[in-house]
């Protein structure tokens, strides 16, 4: 048997003493946690290299893939560079679900429900007046803010920008509706609420996300998501993905519990163990789990501070994601597409397949729920979509799928910790590596910083440049003209026309003021 020098220097080939009894004989270059698509990304990655490295994926339950559900199976847009490439690379052809749901025997045009809706066509008079017009200014102030949140992070460098995101959202915009709107689509799109992130952090998140209205029109279906030609779920990526890398690299049922940072011969070993006690040893670990598999991993002997408590007041977040099936599409029958995008009733839906709706619904029950707040979260779902859809039927419902997730919270983490421990993830938020297009973002930049530190000599000029600039592939160009339209707001505007008014009202005070001195001066002479 050859000695654990000889397997850290990477002579022996991964089949060879696959399956030993005891994890700590053998020493892994690299021990990746978490087989989901993150963790696969960089899996292959180290793979194609050819380089002799000797890798292990550890997964906690027993097939890989992760989680990808309710709004993580639609995180792919044309505008996506590193997911788009990597279905083009496994030859995974793919379709647009907007076109697939439209139903062609309609007979009239369906419409989508989306934040701007009108209001019903009953009310009439001065009040649906005004209400129709204050409508068109909220969502005209809320499309002329996303257009200056594009062009402020779609640039090469994002200015340092402390201040608060909740005051910058104060001072850009003029309604309160619209301010709703864009905390809501901040929560859902970053998983944080603007007040726990700075200007900068927010459109880091952002630019990684491709765009701001990217992120709108791929929420409310105007432009359509892809995802696999005659498939539901992303299983096909998954499978592929296990091809490339070879089955016998993935251990499954090894839920990682701890890490521990030895040094064995002047140089740093990390010691892995799992819940049921057993250990491995590597060179260098790549954490590729989500935040809230993160936080239940303990790293010794003293641990990097990663991460942010949220704020109590603000409230966390359950995320409740589901299907329902219906005999027939009443939603088509009453005019509707199936989707509905409604932040001040925080539902996301769309058709996802026949006679079927899927979507998720945030709900602001915090800890363990039990099968009460179960029942109610489905009921108030099923409330919600009788009451956008004006149809009874769709509180009877053939099938009813839910599964609740709690939204992570704030993350601040730096690729490596110690150089031998890399997280597959941001160095602002682990929360969009949850979804496929950050993912596969994560899983190259954590390979890319492994290979560094295993085999410098594989990396390409290239590739470090692209890991460093992962996101400068959705870059814009933007003009003079455009950076100075899409500055004007009508906030500045109404300061800007009250800081008039009050010259004009104090300035035609005081004409008032003394014209009446002259007259009384001429009176009395």
Known sequence: MQTSQQLSSGHRTANEDEDD?????????????????????????????????????????????GTLDGLKTRWITPHHYHAMNLCRELQIPLGTVWRQSEASEARRSLFSIGPFRKRPSGSQGANSFMSSLRDLLVRLESTRFMAELDCLCTVKYIESNAQNMECFLQRKLLFEASRRFFRFLIKIGTGFYPSELTVAACLRLFRSMSSVRDLYDMLTLQNGHLQPVGSLNWDVLIERLVARVGPEHVTYSTNIVQVEITSEQRSDIVSLTDGTGRRWRARFVILAVSCLDLVQISILPEGPLYFHQPDIQLGLWSMANFTVRYPAPYWRDHGYTGSIFCPTQCLICYESGRNQLSGTYFSPLRGVLNDTERHLIRDTILRLLRTNFACRTMQKPLEFGLELHPIPFYFDVFPTFERCIIFSSTNVSCWYR????????????????????????????????????????????????????????????????????????????????????????????
């Open 21 to 65: 009894e005891d994890g700590e004989s053998e020493l892994l270059d690299l021990a990746i946690v978490g087989a989901g698509i993150s963790g696969l990304m960089a899996a292959k990655t180290i793979s194609e290299k050819r380089a002799d490295i000797r890798f292990r994926l550890f997964e906690k339950s027993t097939h890989p893939g």
């Open 434 to 525: 949850g979804f496929i297009n950050g993912s596969i973002q994560g899983g190259v930049r954590a390979a890319i910083l492994a290979l560094l530190e295993i085999r410098p000599q594989t990396i390409t000029f290239r590739e470090v440049t692209d890991m460093q600039c992962m996101h400068f592939k959705y870059f814009h160009q933007r003009s003079s003209y455009e950076r100075v339209w899409y500055s004007l707001n009508l906030a500045s505007v109404s300061r800007f026309l009250l800081g008039v008014g009050a010259v004009l009202l104090t300035y035609g005070a005081y004409r008032m003021l003394l014209k009446a001195d002259i007259c009384s001066w001429w009176s009395n002479r």
